[in-house]
């Protein structure tokens, strides 16, 4: 590597400087304490991890974007953790180990072996909530609203939308229509490039009956507001009783949400399948016209729990906290700057000291050195008194 090239950053790996990186930070304290008030235990999770632990569960969808070293003094493999979230459910399943509700909240930095877009940083901050023994309607609404409500403190509440699926749909006519797994990974393929030509002669090769291959061919239409659902419901009568439960849970979770923020859009998705491998039942992401992806998602994924050895039902979402930055229509400005001369005077001393404490800024100018970080005010003394004066 040439020595020039030697204090670059490794391709998509980015650093935050002043100002902003305080700004993220006053923002994650805010987030964080709002969880907290939600009654969201924080926990701090290590960077790396056994290999094995991170790709547990949901972690197997992680494989590819896990960068992996080996432990110089076990030899075990490890990896550099590329989500948080099988962190936090081996937490809960191992660590705390608590009956009934568990909720628990996380900030930190995960590193992806591959960017998710080609502009997309590869060491994302991620934030998150996530809620362990409940299988109810009740804990789905509840992280869905607390994921707005993240966003709303965040200042990024211009033009939100609400997208919501639920993998029981395709699960169900999956089951329903016995396809192989081959046969689903192609049916998969096809909805995730929404290669709608190319349905047809997938399906009429597949020899289902009429209703079978028409619950197929109608599923990647089945997006838009809430009268999708009945529609749904219509073109689904005849597909098993779970395909039809999966679109009543849709129905209830939109009431329910409404209740909460009727203003909020709701987009409905059934095709939308973030998260096949692992989430059990809702999917939910968050959109804004002003950004290409979404900005905080996630789902029911139950099953996790039985890969690290004990059964809990789990919901939860998570959010890049450097995205929310970005979006924010508020001000994370640092505190006020005062300057201050270097000289030992206790009442100079103890002026200092108060203004910190309450929450100003108070830079000493050293003798011989033009200050790097312009302030807004400055200490002098007037008629004995040390005195702010406003520059």
Not at 169 to 190: H, P
Request: charge should be negative; charged fraction near 20%.
């Amino acid at each position: 590597m040439a020595l020039a090239d030697r204090w670059l950053l490794p391709e998509g790996i980015k650093e935050l400087l002043p100002p902003k990186a305080y700004g993220v930070e006053l923002l994650r304290r805010r987030l964080l304490d709002l969880h907290v008030s939600w009654g969201y235990e924080f926990v701090m999770p290590p960077l790396v991890e056994h290999l094995d632990s991170l790709l547990t569960g949901v972690g197997r969808d992680l494989d590819l974007n896990t960068i992996k070293v080996t432990d110089q003094l076990s030899g075990h493999s490890l990896g550099v953790r590329a989500d948080i979230t099988p962190q936090v459910a081996r937490i809960d399943a191992h660590r705390l180990r608590q009956e009934g509700v568990t909720r628990l909240c996380y900030c930190g930095t995960v590193v992806h072996a591959r960017p998710a877009q080609p502009l997309a940083s590869r060491n994302p901050l991620q934030l998150g909530a996530e809620l362990y023994g409940h299988a109810g309607i009740e804990s789905d609404v509840e992280i869905i609203d607390l994921m707005m409500q993240t966003l709303q403190a965040a200042g990024v509440q211009r033009e939100l939308t609400l997208d919501l699926g639920h993998v029981g749909v395709f699960r169900g006519l999956m089951r329903w229509t016995g396809l192989t797994a081959e046969q689903q990974d192609g049916y998969l393929d096809i909805l995730r490039r929404k290669a709608l030509p190319e349905l047809a002669s997938f399906v009429a090769d597949l020899k289902l009956d009429t209703n079978q291959s028409d619950a197929l061919m109608v599923l990647p239409g089945l997006h838009g507001g809430v009268d999708v659902l009945s529609r749904a419901k219509t073109e689904f009568a005849a597909a098993p009783a779970e395909v039809i439960e999966a679109i009543e849970y849709l129905q209830q979770l939109a009431e329910r949400i409404s209740l909460r923020d009727g203003g909020l859009d709701l987009y409905f998705d059934l095709s939308e399948l973030r998260g096949y491998n692992y989430h059990t039942g809702v999917v939910f992401a968050a959109y804004t016209p002003e950004f290409g992806q979404s900005i905080a998602s996630g789902g029911r994924y139950d099953h996790i729990g039985e890969d690290f050895g004990r059964a809990r039902p789990a919901t939860g979402f998570s959010a890049d906290l450097s995205t929310l930055a970005e979006l924010s229509n508020q001000s994370f400005a640092q505190a006020r700057r005062v300057q201050a001369p270097a000289v030992e005077d206790a009442a100079l001393l103890q002026q200092v000291a108060t203004l910190r404490e309450q929450g100003a800024t108070v830079v000493f100018a050293l003798p011989g050195i033009d200050s790097s970080t312009p302030c807004t005010a400055k200490l002098v003394q007037q008629e004995g008194q040390w005195q702010v004066i406003d520059l």
